[in-house]
């Protein structure tokens, strides 16, 4: 295994990030499931902590058949879209690997 430049750091944004995902996601499935008219501000704000995935997910589904529409399924693609982007934060800050340092 090997270390990197600024994997620590890279490792805590993106964990931070995905925290955050997460805590929208859920708070945003619960507003779904419990509340009888929901207003999914938490889900637009979901969107917009997971630009740029996020939003064209958002604006997609207005392709996605009114059958297969639910917005359980947003929220859950957009948590996924947001999570892929905390890997992809980890893999861009965390640098090249440190040479003769392997663990």
């Known amino acids: 295994m090997h270390r990197y430049r600024n994997g620590k750091v890279a490792a805590v944004l993106a964990v931070v990030y995905a925290a955050l995902v997460l805590v929208l996601g859920v708070v ?35 392709l996605v058949p009114p059958e297969v529409a639910n917005p359980v399924l947003l929220v859950v693609l957009l948590s996924g879209a947001g999570l892929l982007q905390a890997w992809l934060i980890w893999r861009i800050f965390r640098g090249r690997p440190v040479l003769g340092d392997e663990v």
């Not at 009888?36 to 902590?49: N, Q």
């Open 28 to 62: 945003s499935l619960v507003i779904l499931l419990t509340v009888r008219d929901p207003i999914l501000l938490s889900g637009v704000a979901l969107a917009g902590v997971t630009f740029p995935l996020g939003w064209l997910i958002w604006w997609g589904w207005n």
